[in-house]
């Protein structure tokens, strides 16, 4: 980053003491502001030190990977000074540890990071430049609570706005404390769906009425079949404990596929059989599997016949019954192209030999799970594959069941997890735009109507003026088409005033004309429960103080709050840890855990992680299945909904067919923009960093260094090397990064794992290899999801 001036933070001899501890006890070779990276503590160091150390059990600081994971944290002097994971010894399917990963496991090393923010700066060069000065907190609380003042009296509350982020997730930190500012204040512009999910629960509930389509995982251990469909619970996590119910389950006699461009560590480590399919194409592999089944005679025609609307002739909604059946379209009977394992084999490369197994092994190995993860949905049409995914499940009769799953979304049938439970507060601001539309709201906002996603009022009075972004990277890196971003964050006529809020100086950071140093997770109190899945709800006490003047995100909107005149509303006269202790009492007891133990119980008894053991885990639709009159489904005729009337009556049957189908997206090999970037680019979630937190931590570096991955067929042709620098690129962005080659992606296919922060040079090409330098703003047209895994591009060798 370039500084006008280093700031100087002002902290006492004894706190720079402990820190220079932290960073191995060489204090004359360290500055007040430039801290060392901390050595991993030698084991002499524990033994020695171990009568001075406590140990608290607590959790990792959430950042939205995918779990929630305990970890045991000993500190000496006020110092962190090493991390273990769960002590519990109990480790059965009812409830089983949960082991943090190698993110969780070297989080000092973010913690003790040198380039944390240490003290709040204002931009004094021209944004996106990345030049600040330090200033006092009562300067920065000031000039934020005027600048948001300001945008009020002048637009109004609709020109206020708190972009999506997951950067931290633990009640009293988090993006969601800055929406109940402006909530207290008189509203702000909303949002609705995320960029992870956006796709997958859009569609879900066209085909069941509901998100609520999976089971507990404990009744994976009764699946005999299991297919991990663009599912890597290994790396993405997905559920804590998620990759370990699934190898139980193989254990227990189940078979495993996994379906991925890439022999991912899940397909490696838990499964039989890896199937490796062209990115994009997933709606035809699955459309084929529906041929095999119908023309073999190997569908469950009875559950089709009694719960289901609109998979033939004979079961077409009133008033559509001439309109087209899911079996008219798999035969072919309007289009004249019957999805034969031929017809999808040219387009998957998945052989059609594999094909027709793996068709017949899903329709008659009982019972068996169709797990739906999230890349093949954050893509062009990614709706069809969701619907087409849960069709199957259907159509196989493997709803409702024991050992069984719907697919689709697949939320767990309990009153938890609630993810958030801190209130966000009223917002008298009805509009909201799907969150992936932020940009197209300060570029036109105006003019954006229901047709661009917007709900609650027929058309946005404002454009987005002021942004308060905190814990989120998703303006820049994370966004599609970062160049276009930074372009558009560049315009102060635009975004007039930016407050980013975060722990470093993010690639998002660089264009704030306010940063503050928000604290981490161990500096703050906080409560985690099971992330999609689980039991268990875990309270991370304060461990150690604030670094340097970082606070927490809740304490600087309070301080925020104060200044604009609603601090009491907003804090209602609770800190941070008596808001804890409200949530446990009022949220957590009078809902999914009426056991759970009071804050002082957590405290005194050091108890860490509470959970609920799971004896008889839920099946979902079990009652639908057993009587669909008398417990029919949420869809409107309480069926499962093969053909969508819903989506029939949008009229837009190219974009948005009221039964599943393969729609080739408007990037593709098979476009003509192919003859100029011939290869599909995807960026999948990697075990260095969650989303791009953790990015700039070195020992995840080291062990997962940023490259792409490149088939050999593909580099043979290009003159390419192992470790060769190259150059990916398209119209849209550049970057020249390290390559590995490697059998383990598809041919045609390359992989740039998700987060890396986004770093141009001179001439703007990235050097660090954010992915989203190359992917596009375009979104999805049912969900208004981003689209960021539809890519085309090149690659060549970077000359030296």
Same mark, same amino acid.
């Given at each position: 980053?370039?500084?006008?001036?280093?700031?100087?933070?002002?902290?006492?001899?004894?706190?720079?003491?402990?820190?220079?501890?932290?960073?191995?006890?060489?204090?004359?070779?360290?500055?007040?502001?430039?801290?060392?990276?901390?050595?991993?503590?030698?084991?002499?160091?524990?033994?020695?030190?171990?009568?001075?150390?406590?140990?608290?059990?607590?959790?990792?600081?959430?950042?939205?990977?995918?779990?929630?994971?305990?970890?045991?944290?000993?500190?000496?002097?006020?110092?962190?000074?090493?991390?273990?994971?769960?002590?519990?010894?109990?480790?059965?399917?009812?409830?089983?540890?949960?082991?943090?990963?190698?993110?969780?496991?070297?989080?000092?090393?973010?913690?003790?990071?040198?380039?944390?923010?240490?003290?709040?700066?204002?931009?004094?060069?021209?944004?996106?430049?990345?030049?600040?000065?330090?200033?006092?907190?009562?300067?920065?609380?000031?000039?934020?609570?005027?600048?948001?003042?300001?945008?009020?009296?002048?637009?109004?509350?609709?020109?206020?706005?708190?972009?999506?982020?997951?950067?931290?997730?633990?009640?009293?930190?988090?993006?969601?404390?800055?929406?109940?500012?402006?909530?207290?204040?008189?509203?702000?512009?909303?949002?609705?769906?995320?960029?992870?999910?956006?796709?997958?629960?859009?569609?879900?509930?066209?085909?069941?009425?509901?998100?609520?389509?999976?089971? !507990?995982?404990?009744?994976?251990?009764?699946?005999?079949?299991?297919?991990?469909?663009?599912?890597?619970?290994?790396?993405?996590?997905?559920?804590?404990?998620?990759?370990?119910?699934?190898?139980?389950?193989?254990?227990?006699?189940?078979?495993?596929?996994?379906?991925?461009?890439?022999?991912?560590?899940?397909?490696?480590?838990?499964?039989?059989?890896?199937?490796?399919?062209?990115?994009?194409?997933?709606?035809?592999?699955?459309?084929?599997?529906?041929?095999?089944?119908?023309?073999?005679?190997?569908?469950?025609?009875?559950?089709?016949?009694?719960?289901?609307?609109?998979?033939?002739?004979?079961?077409?909604?009133?008033?559509?019954?001439?309109?087209?059946?899911?079996?008219?379209?798999?035969?072919?009977?309007?289009?004249?192209?019957?999805?034969?394992?031929?017809?999808?084999?040219?387009?998957?490369?998945?052989?059609?030999?594999?094909?027709? !197994?793996?068709?017949?092994?899903?329709?008659?190995?009982?019972?068996?799970?169709?797990?739906?993860?999230?890349?093949?949905?954050?893509?062009?049409?990614?709706?069809?594959?969701?619907?087409?995914?849960?069709?199957?499940?259907?159509?196989?009769?493997?709803?409702?069941?024991?050992?069984?799953?719907?697919?689709?979304?697949?939320?767990?049938?309990?009153?938890?997890?609630?993810?958030?439970?801190?209130?966000?507060?009223?917002?008298?601001?009805?509009?909201?735009?799907?969150?992936?539309?932020?940009?197209?709201?300060?570029?036109?906002?105006?003019?954006?109507?229901?047709?661009?996603?917007?709900?609650?009022?027929?058309?946005?009075?404002?454009?987005?003026?002021?942004?308060?972004?905190?814990?989120?990277?998703?303006?820049?890196?994370?966004?599609?088409?970062?160049?276009?971003?930074?372009?558009?964050?560049?315009?102060?006529?635009?975004?007039?005033?930016?407050?980013?809020?975060?722990?470093?100086?993010?690639?998002?950071?660089?264009?704030?004309?306010?940063?503050?140093?928000?604290?981490?997770?161990?500096?703050?109190?906080?409560?985690?429960?099971?992330?999609?899945?689980?039991?268990?709800?875990?309270?991370?006490?304060?461990?150690?103080?604030?670094?340097?003047?970082?606070?927490?995100?809740?304490?600087?909107?309070?301080?925020?709050?104060?200044?604009?005149?609603?601090?009491?509303?907003?804090?209602?006269?609770?800190?941070?840890?008596?808001?804890?202790?409200?949530?446990?009492?009022?949220?957590?007891?009078?809902?999914?855990?009426?056991?759970?133990?009071?804050?002082?119980?957590?405290?005194?008894?050091?108890?860490?992680?509470?959970?609920?053991?799971?004896?008889?885990?839920?099946?979902?639709?079990?009652?639908?299945?057993?009587?669909?009159?008398?417990?029919?489904?949420?869809?409107?005729?309480?069926?499962?909904?093969?053909?969508?009337?819903?989506?029939?009556?949008?009229?837009?049957?190219?974009?948005?067919?009221?039964?599943?189908?393969?729609?080739?997206?408007?990037?593709?090999?098979?476009?003509?923009?192919?003859?100029?970037?011939?290869?599909?680019?995807?960026?999948?979630?990697?075990?260095?960093?969650?989303?791009?937190?953790?990015?700039?931590?070195?020992?995840?570096?080291?062990?997962?260094?940023?490259?792409?991955?490149?088939?050999?067929?593909?580099?043979?042709?290009?003159?390419?090397?192992?470790?060769?620098?190259?150059?990916?690129?398209?119209?849209?962005?550049?970057?020249?990064?390290?390559?590995?080659?490697?059998?383990?992606?598809?041919?045609?296919?390359?992989?740039?794992?998700?987060?890396?922060?986004?770093?141009?040079?001179?001439?703007?090409?990235?050097?660090?290899?954010?992915?989203?330098?190359?992917?596009?703003?375009?979104?999805?047209?049912?969900?208004?999801?981003?689209?960021?895994?539809?890519?085309?591009? !090149?690659?060549?060798?970077?000359?030296?």
């Amino acid at each position: 980053m370039q500084l006008r001036d280093r700031p100087r933070t002002r902290f006492s001899r004894r706190s720079f003491l402990k820190w220079s501890a932290a960073a191995g006890g060489a204090t004359a070779a360290l500055s007040a502001a430039d801290f060392a990276f901390v050595p991993k503590s030698s084991t002499s160091f524990a033994q020695d030190t171990a009568s001075a150390e406590r140990m608290v059990r607590t959790c990792c600081p959430a950042h939205n990977c995918g779990g929630r994971c305990p970890i045991n944290v000993f500190v000496k002097d006020d110092v962190i000074v090493r991390l273990e994971s769960d002590d519990r010894t109990y480790d059965e399917p009812d409830n089983p540890r949960i082991l943090a990963c190698a993110r969780g496991k070297s989080y000092r090393r973010r913690l003790y990071h040198p380039d944390r923010l240490k003290t709040p700066m204002k931009r004094v060069g021209e944004r996106g430049e990345g030049k600040f000065e330090p200033i006092s907190w009562e300067e920065a609380i000031d000039l934020a609570a005027s600048e948001i003042k300001r945008v009020k009296e002048t637009y109004g509350n609709s020109a206020l706005f708190v972009p999506y982020g997951t950067g931290s997730y633990q009640q009293i930190n988090g993006s969601h404390i800055a929406q109940r500012l402006f909530n207290v204040y008189g509203g702000q512009l909303n949002y609705y769906n995320n960029y992870s999910w956006a796709q997958i629960q859009r569609a879900t509930p066209t085909v069941y009425g509901t998100q609520v389509t999976g089971g !507990q995982r404990q009744d994976w251990l009764n699946a005999k079949y299991i297919i991990m469909w663009s599912w890597n619970p290994a790396e993405m996590i997905d559920g804590s404990n998620s990759a370990w119910f699934i190898k139980k389950a193989r254990e227990n006699g189940a078979k495993v596929v996994v379906i991925d461009p890439r022999k991912s560590l899940s397909a490696v480590a838990l499964a039989d059989e890896w199937i490796p399919i062209r990115p994009g194409t997933d709606a035809a592999l699955m459309s084929a599997m529906a041929y095999v089944m119908i023309t073999e005679d190997i569908y469950d025609k009875e559950f089709v016949a009694t719960h289901c609307l609109g998979f033939d002739e004979t079961q077409m909604p009133e008033g559509l019954e001439g309109e087209e059946s899911y079996k008219d379209y798999i035969l072919g009977a309007r289009d004249g192209t019957p999805k034969t394992p031929e017809w999808a084999e040219a387009i998957t490369r998945v052989p059609r030999s594999k094909i027709v !197994q793996l068709a017949r092994e899903y329709a008659m190995i009982k019972p068996a799970v169709l797990y739906q993860g999230y890349g093949m949905q954050r893509r062009a049409y990614g709706e069809q594959p969701v619907r087409a995914g849960c069709v199957l499940a259907a159509i196989t009769g493997n709803v409702g069941i024991p050992g069984g799953w719907a697919s689709g979304i697949a939320f767990q049938p309990t009153a938890g997890p609630y993810w958030t439970a801190m209130p966000g507060g009223s917002n008298p601001i009805k509009a909201s735009i799907p969150c992936f539309l932020w940009s197209e709201a300060v570029l036109r906002g105006t003019e954006m109507t229901a047709e661009d996603g917007v709900v609650g009022v027929d058309q946005l009075d404002n454009n987005i003026k002021l942004m308060y972004a905190v814990a989120t990277n998703c303006l820049v890196n994370q966004h599609g088409n970062i160049n276009r971003s930074a372009e558009i964050l560049k315009d102060t006529s635009k975004v007039e005033f930016l407050i980013v809020q975060d722990h470093f100086l993010t690639s998002t950071g660089m264009f704030a004309d306010l940063l503050l140093p928000a604290c981490m997770g161990y500096e703050t109190y906080g409560l985690q429960d099971g992330w999609k899945y689980g039991e268990e709800v875990i309270y991370m006490p304060k461990v150690v103080e604030p670094a340097f003047e970082s606070k927490s995100d809740y304490r600087i909107c309070a301080e925020i709050a104060e200044k604009l005149g609603v601090g009491d509303e907003f804090t209602e006269g609770r800190d941070e840890r008596q808001w804890i202790e409200w949530i446990i009492e009022n949220v957590y007891r009078t809902g999914w855990m009426p056991n759970i133990p009071t804050i002082d119980e957590f405290e005194r008894n050091n108890i860490g992680v509470y959970s609920v053991p799971v004896t008889k885990p839920a099946i979902t639709f079990a009652d639908f299945r057993a009587d669909p009159k008398a417990n029919p489904l949420s869809t409107p005729s309480g069926l499962i909904e093969i053909f969508s009337p819903e989506l029939f009556n949008m009229n837009k049957p190219d974009e948005i067919p009221a039964v599943p189908k393969y729609i080739q997206e408007w990037e593709s090999p098979f476009g003509p923009e192919a003859a100029t970037y011939p290869l599909q680019a995807v960026g999948h979630h990697y075990l260095h960093r969650v989303h791009s937190t953790h990015d700039n931590v070195d020992w995840l570096d080291e062990a997962f260094p940023q490259r792409v991955f490149i088939n050999p067929v593909d580099a043979k042709a290009r003159g390419i090397g192992d470790g060769d620098l190259v150059k990916v690129y398209n119209d849209r962005g550049s970057m020249v990064i390290p390559c590995r080659l490697t059998n383990k992606i598809m041919p045609g296919v390359v992989d740039i794992p998700t987060g890396g922060w986004w770093t141009p040079d001179a001439n703007g090409v990235d050097r660090r290899g954010a992915v989203n330098t190359l992917s596009s703003e375009r979104w999805s047209p049912l969900a208004f999801g981003n689209a960021q895994h539809t890519i085309m591009v !090149q690659i060549e060798r970077q000359q030296a």
